[in-house]
């Protein structure tokens, strides 16, 4: 039903000059990738390489609201593929009840690295994402064109 | 302590965002309705277009990254009291969000462009503090667009 998922790294995409996030579940068998903008890609890229910039990013401030009244990402979970739009919740523990709140992707991903929460994707997403097209499409990248971010 | 700490406060409203002719940044313009002095706080292009988004209230598809900080502050009941832009040092300004959770009050750093971004989305004022109105404060937006070299105003207030 539901897979976990690793951030296994980042690349550009230069046909549509955005980039994307590639996650691949724990045996590698399954590969989703997720596009997402250039300020979104910085902000996880900073999170992958552990970069401290010198003054707090946006994620760093969401990170900072929960940290100061004691909530906790629990999980962000890829819930859904609509339209070529993905869909994801942010799964947060604040005084011992649960709350799950819609965002985009690349925000509980950024997220969920600052927060060492883990990241799951549902398998109906994987599924759907999988066509001809996309993995044609990614066989013709070159290994180069992945980031440096080995899982 | 609270109390002598706001006196020496201005209050703020967004003014609009311009695009700096010479940078690939954006100017945040900050004026104080009372007196027509202006505050200019250059913020990153994604910062400046969160802005705009939120001054135009501007619907989009999916949630931005500061609708999903307001929509979890909701969720979790806290409230913002208010921003205060608190600092400048080498060019570089500071912010604090104030937050309201069960009637105490907490304070989280963070960057002018994202503590009005917030702000804006969550309809609570913005201040800035004397010692940065002094040092960067400006008299009148028209002389300072000027000086800057564009009339190029993409965002009223």
Known sequence: ?151 | MEQSGLKELTKLTVHGVVADPNTETQIVILRDEQTAQILPIWVGAAEGNAIKLAMDDAPTPRPMSHDLLRSMMEHLNLTVSRVVVTDVKNNTYFASVHLLSQGTERTVDARPSDAIALALRSNSPIFVTANVLQQRGGNSLETWLEKLGTKNTSAGG
């Open chain 1, 1 to 151: 039903m539901i897979a976990q998922m690793k951030v296994h790294g980042l690349m550009f995409d230069p046909y549509n000059n955005t980039f994307i996030v590639i996650l691949r579940d724990e045996e590698q068998s399954e590969m989703l990738p997720i596009w997402v903008g250039k300020p979104e890609a910085s902000s996880i890229s900073f999170a992958l390489e552990e970069v401290t910039t010198p003054r707090p990013m946006t994620h760093d401030l969401m990170k900072a609201v929960l940290d100061v009244v004691g909530a906790k990402v629990i999980s962000v979970v890829i819930s859904d593929l609509k339209d070529n739009t993905y869909y994801a919740k942010v799964h947060l523990m604040y005084e011992d009840s649960e709350y799950s709140i819609d965002a985009r992707p690349s925000d509980a991903i950024a997220l969920a690295l600052r927060t060492k929460a883990p990241i799951f994707a549902n398998e109906e997403v994987i599924r759907k994402q999988a066509s001809d097209e996309l993995d044609q499409w990614l066989e013709n990248l070159k290994p180069e064109d992945f980031g440096k971010y080995e899982a």
